[in-house]
């Protein structure tokens, strides 16, 4: 094992230090791939030197998410603290389905799930999970919202007419676990959003009072805190009405930006949160640990249990249920999600979360008004949001962030609202200041300079 670590040391001070210089690793094209690394796998072994030479190429030419030229997705950055409780995560090698076998760590878990499920206001009859990301956590508030409607349903199967109720601009997970879930993409609605990427809640209301004349069982209303493009947050005050006037599971899907639940300045965002059924949010998203750490609290644990729990004679066998985590997780063998949350929670308190995530909102104001300071620029996005959209010049998007990636200046990506399509640049990486998110810019602008591509791309 010492070897390892001691190769694993190695590896690292090299990529920490070609990472100082090199903010992007060199792109790779796909067609080249297995050209240009050695990744094939053989029946003999191979020596201890050209493993190394493989393993460390492989580590150097892969993608570099935490450094200030990343900007692509909803995650990013490295947080030391984080980093080591996941390492050590990976070295205990723990599942988290009983105490037995996780031992003190299901207390790790359990106090992250205590400790949110506080914050947000709730009592001691709530609780929560962590499953393998935002997907499956919205999964779970799915599968909650049928059972809850009609607990013969998961003996049956889905024999009625049920309905969700998502906006458009929500997560793509949503048809997903519709199928999934024996609901049927076919019973997902898509509620149209105001001009700022919020739910519309008129035309929810007026779309389940229309499906339940027809016949219809609505059964989850998905409300989303922090849009994938936009950053938008829907108003859970007024949709919880809806909501409780129509006997409706309310989940707030807070994978993006839920994270707002540490921060005094930015809470206001989800305000009415603790009238909800079932809220997710990813620690790997704002918070900033290492991927992934998705988490579902519910207001009223018994849904968790009725849910997913399974009785499995070889699996629990000593301990109280509270205990065993596998009574209220998706899967069986789980990995150790919550030791890298701990370790970063523990070090810098809830203070330190909260600063965290202004953090993100000081970058976004910066880019902001650089990009408002600015006539080449055009803003789509909206105040209070992470995800600064914006055209340059009028350069197609696509364009510009595809050119950028595979001359390996900078990671950045394009989305659309309504007829627009532009590029969503994210500020959720932490570690960055001010002159980094600055210096974005300076490095698009010099390269559109260079390529000419004002005049290349724009007719
Ligand atoms: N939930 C992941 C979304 C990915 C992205 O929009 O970058």
């Known amino acids: 094992m010492e070897k390892s670590i001691s190769l694993f040391k190695e590896i690292v001070d090299q990529l920490l230090q070609d990472e100082k210089e090199n903010p992007m690793a060199e792109h790779i094209p796909s067609a080249e791939l297995y050209d240009r690394l050695d990744l094939s796998l053989s029946n003999e072994p191979i020596d201890d030197q050209r493993f190394q030479e493989a393993l460390t190429e492989l580590v150097l030419k892969t993608p570099r998410t935490a450094t200030n030229a990343f900007f692509n997705q909803l995650f990013g950055g490295r947080n030391e603290k984080a980093v080591l409780g996941d390492l ?34 709730w009592d001691d009859n709530s609780d929560g999970t962590i499953a393998t990301g935002g997907s499956m956590t919205n999964f779970m508030s799915m599968l909650m919202a049928r059972d809850a409607f009609d607990q013969k349903l998961r003996f049956e199967g889905v024999n009625q007419k049920l309905t969700v109720y998502t906006s458009k601009e929500s997560h793509y997970s949503i048809p997903k676990n519709a199928a999934f879930s024996g609901i049927g993409r076919d019973n997902v609605r898509f509620i149209p959003t105001n001009d700022v990427g919020e739910m519309d809640v008129e035309v929810l209301n007026g ?13 989850l209303v998905n409300v989303t805190a922090g849009t994938t493009v936009l950053g938008a947050f829907d108003n859970i005050e007024l949709i919880s009405e809806v909501c409780k006037e129509n006997n409706i599971w309310l989940h707030v899907d807070g994978a993006y930006c839920g994270s ?18 079932s809220f997710s949010v990813n620690a790997h998203k704002m918070i900033g640990t290492p991927l992934t750490c998705s988490i579902i609290v519910v207001k009223d644990k018994a849904h968790l ?52 995530v202004d953090h993100q909102f000081a970058l976004a104001d910066t880019a902001r008004q650089y990009i408002e300071g600015n006539p080449d620029y055009k803003l789509y996005s909206y105040d209070e949001s992470i995800s600064v959209c914006f055209n340059y010049k009028g350069i197609p998007a ?27 640049f994210v500020t959720i990486n932490a570690q960055n200041d001010h002159e980094d998110i600055l210096n974005f810019f300076k490095t698009m602008e010099q390269f559109v300079e260079d390529h000419d591509l004002e005049r290349a791309l724009t007719s």
Not at 270 to 277: A, P, R, S, V
Not at 325 to 350: E, I, M, P
Not at 408 to 424: A, K, N, P
């Open 260 to 277: 707002v639940l540490f921060s005094n300045k930015y809470r206001h965002l989800i305000n009415g949160i603790e009238k909800c059924d």
């Open 305 to 356: 249990r009725d849910s997913f729990a399974n009785d499995a004679s070889y699996l629990y066998q000593t301990d109280h249920d509270e205990f065993n985590l596998g009574k209220t997780s998706l899967q069986c063998g789980r990995r150790n999600d919550a030791l890298k949350f701990w370790t970063l929670w523990k070090s810098v308190g809830t203070k330190g979360l909260a600063d965290i």
């Open 88 to 121: 050590l995560a990976v070295i205990l090698n723990n599942s988290m389905y009983t105490y037995k076998a996780a031992g003190p760590q299901v207390g790790v878990e359990k106090a992250i799930l205590r400790e949110i499920c506080n914050l947000i206001g």
């Open 398 to 424: 696509r364009e510009i962030c595809t050119r950028l990636y595979e001359e390996s200046e900078l990671m950045v990506g394009y989305g659309s609202f309504r007829d627009d399509e532009f590029i969503r």
């Open 207 to 219: 779309t389940i009072a229309a499906d339940k004349a027809n016949g219809f069982h609505p059964v």
